[in-house]
């Protein structure tokens, strides 16, 4: 097996390390399944693919978002609470996005 080396400033190794608990993966087979997803064997672009699914994942959920806070905001309210704290336990979200 080969070995790469690659140095990262302290804020972005923080994150892959967040990202990495959040998959319950270690940092190392975390960051191998981004360079093998990079490294597609068929071509495929890594960002595009899945572009298209979140573009149709974040209008569906608008337009369910939209549908609750018209009938109750309080519910929309607690279910964002709820999604923020979701996003931070997985690192998806940090505490200064959440802002």
């Known amino acids: 097996?080969?070995?790469?080396?690659?140095?990262?400033?302290?804020?972005l190794y923080l994150r892959l390390?967040?990202?990495a608990g959040g998959?319950?993966?270690?940092?190392?087979?975390f960051v191998r399944s981004?360079?093998?997803?990079?490294?597609?064997?068929r071509g495929r672009y890594i960002y595009s693919s899945q572009d298209e699914l979140?573009?149709?994942?974040?209008?569906?959920?608008?337009?369910?978002a939209t549908a609750i806070g018209e009938r109750s905001p309080q519910v929309l309210e607690r279910?964002?609470?709820?999604?923020?704290?979701?996003?931070?336990?997985?690192g998806l979200l940090s505490a200064e996005q959440d802002q």
């Open 79 to 90: 279910g964002m609470r709820d999604a923020r704290a979701v996003l931070e336990q997985r």
């Open 17 to 19: 390390q967040r990202r």
């Open 23 to 29: 998959a319950n993966l270690s940092l190392s087979d």
């Open 1 to 11: 097996m080969h070995r790469i080396s690659v140095r990262v400033d302290p804020a």
């Open 54 to 64: 979140l573009a149709t994942g974040i209008q569906t959920l608008t337009l369910l």
């Open 34 to 41: 981004i360079l093998a997803e990079a490294a597609d064997p």
